[in-house]
């Protein structure tokens, strides 16, 4: 299972990268203007600063939502380095623009998909990546996970080669019940990626063992 980080600040890339687990890092909108990077120039180079972190696998999203205007954003953005990852949103214009991606060689990720028929669309039109938002189908009362388990099924059935990729990623058992499914990928924030480190007993048993040690070697 690749681990990919959901988030555009640096030091936070840095140290999911750090601690050699890191396979991407996927960003919105809404992650850059929390980051406060604003204007054409400061995205772009802000795309080039993660890109120049991480080995792989920076999904950069397009703003437009006509089909020319994302083909022309998302061509730019693949300009940046081989790493990035055009996003596109799942809509009838951006099924449309992955068609175009893809015969391009240009890598794609499907995002805001919230079921398997947009997840088959996706596929259909070569996706590289697609992306079921299961925090948020679980806030609204739907099974995020059974989504991720549907798709998986479709995709095993016919070979597609889309790999699924677990957004809005909340916590731990998120995670781990994403495994289990068989996503390809998982994107969270780094603290749910830190989390998978800690458990109480693995603390004791650290705990005791230099204890002892120090007895017998004081």
């Known amino acids: 299972m690749k681990f990919f980080i959901d988030t555009a600040n640096l030091d936070e890339i840095r140290e999911a ?12 909108p809404s992650l850059m203007a929390k980051e406060g990077i604003s204007g054409h120039d400061n995205v772009i180079a802000h795309y080039k600063a993660i890109c120049d972190i991480v080995d792989d ?5 397009v703003i437009a939502t006509d089909y020319e205007g994302m083909l022309k954003e998302g061509r730019e953005l693949a300009q940046i380095d081989d790493k990035i990852v055009v996003k596109v949103p799942m809509t ?17 990720n499907c995002t805001l998909v919230f079921s398997a028929g947009q997840a088959l669309l996706a ?24 989504l991720i388990e549907q798709i998986c099924q479709i995709y095993d059935n016919y070979g597609f080669a889309t790999e699924v990729l677990a957004a809005s990623v909340r ?5 781990l019940q994403c495994a289990e499914i068989g996503a390809d990928v998982a994107t969270c924030p780094l603290k749910v990626i830190t989390s998978l480190l800690n458990h109480p007993l693995t603390d004791k048993g650290l705990a005791q063992f230099l204890a002892d040690h120090a007895k017998a070697n004081g």
């Open 123 to 146: 596929a259909k039109a070569g996706a590289s990546y697609v992306s079921p938002f299961i925090g948020r189908l679980d806030d609204i009362g739907y099974d995020g996970l059974e």
């Open 57 to 61: 696998n920076v999904s950069a999203e």
């Open 17 to 28: 990268y750090d601690l050699g687990v890191l396979d991407g890092v996927t960003t919105n």
């Open 92 to 108: 009838k214009d951006g099924i449309k623009a992955i068609k175009t991606f893809t015969a391009e060689d240009i890598r794609t």
């Open 171 to 175: 916590h731990t058992m998120h995670l």
